[in-house]
């Protein structure tokens, strides 16, 4: 089993002003962590801080004890340098949340805590430093609000953790015509991450290397298992098991300093004559493991997958945006049954990259696109290799992190579903339903200039990519706005 995403140990100090009593601080702090066992483990670090000597001293015990998330706690006011100092020095992601006054007996006099306060400083002292921070949307809380919070703060964590500890290893340049999927890489190291970028002859040399890897036929019964009546280019299998065994190996070879691998690679057009295969369904079978493979050297929409691995703690896909959902298909099965209009409607498609975990019935087959175009009236052969099927049906968030041709750094979130409905089609597809698609499609997708790839997280897990976009430094980002609720390009004239 691959360990493609990060473990967060998440730790919790306390911090407290000199003028209030320590001991409500540290009272607030175990309150808290009795609370939170409902969610998993916290680490309690038993220095409650007034100073920055026992800034330090907590520190120190937080490093020891492996904690890689932080929550700094404010009991009462909290000293303003020290706690904003615990962020600075901390090695990792950073929440700061505050306690509420809890009921005692109508009489606020040594019960009561000014966190409330505190909080509005904490927060101009971050920015003062520029120091990046998680606040919850209402960042004060009684114990088991808090503790509630700090579950939410997880996969945040798990998401910045994952992206500073992450390498992208590229194949090829990205096709002449999917500029789109060009953007500048300028990012990618702003948000921690590193970027290795390889010639398609180099993954061609290895994979030629790795021609009768005695690791080859395990690979293959793995593969006959997770099609079964779906092998229908059993075929293929050596190749493609050959060309998997090639990725995994790489991977291991060239993560250097870093813990945690994507890829974003070069599918088509040459790759069918040289390799003879479509990579499609190795694609889905790594990014089932938990290591995203993006098409068309994607390197955001990989990015973008792993992120949603992380936060989500499943397995995602990338599809194209790509068509409209017929006239005939919408009044049919979707018109009076479910309570979107057509333009809510669109198909989400790839050629056969997405896990079979994530389709009804996964079936081999080969790509019929480039079938047509690079083996005409022929049985298909070096077409082989993509998996299909329609998406299964229920929640999910559409979304993705972008670079403009100017390095800036954007995103959009739509949570939506895939609808229970037949597509009819070809590839790995799906009927997906986003309320006021038609409107987000224009003055999001089209208005942000946003490449025709998207990344699909399975259920709704708008709100942690939110935080983890904010806290990777995304100022601009985009979401499908309810009925009245106008874009800025919006005429408000229609």
Known sequence: MFVNTPEVKVGIIAVSRDCFPKSLSAQRRENVCKEYAKYGEIYECKVTVENEVEMLESLEDVKKAGVNALVVYLGNFGPETCETLLAKYFDGPVMFVAAAEEACGKCLVDARGDAYCGMLNASYNLALRNIKAYIPEYPVGTPDEVAKMISEFVPVARGVIGVRNLKIISFGPRPQDFLACNAPIKQLYNLGAEIEENSELDLFASYNDHKDDPRIPEVIADMEKELGEGNKMAGILPKLAQYELTLLDWMEAHKGSRKYICFANKCWPSFQTQFGFVPCYVNSRLTAKGIPVSCEVDIYGALSEFIGTCVSDDVVTLLDINNSVPSDIYNEEIKGKYDYTQQDTFMGFHCGNTAACKLTSATMKYQLIMHRSLEPDKEPDISRGTLEGDIVPGDITFYRLQSTSDAKLRAYIAHGEVLPVATRSFGGIGIFAIPEMGRFYRHVLIEGNYPHHGAVAFGHFGKALFNV??????????????????????????
């Not at 499908?480 to 919006?490: A, D, I, V």
Request: with cysteine; aromatic share 20%.
């Open 469 to 494: 976009f904010r806290y990777l430094g995304c100022e601009e980002i985009g979401f499908n706005q309810p009925k009245g609720m106008l874009y800025k390009s919006e005429n408000p004239f229609i």
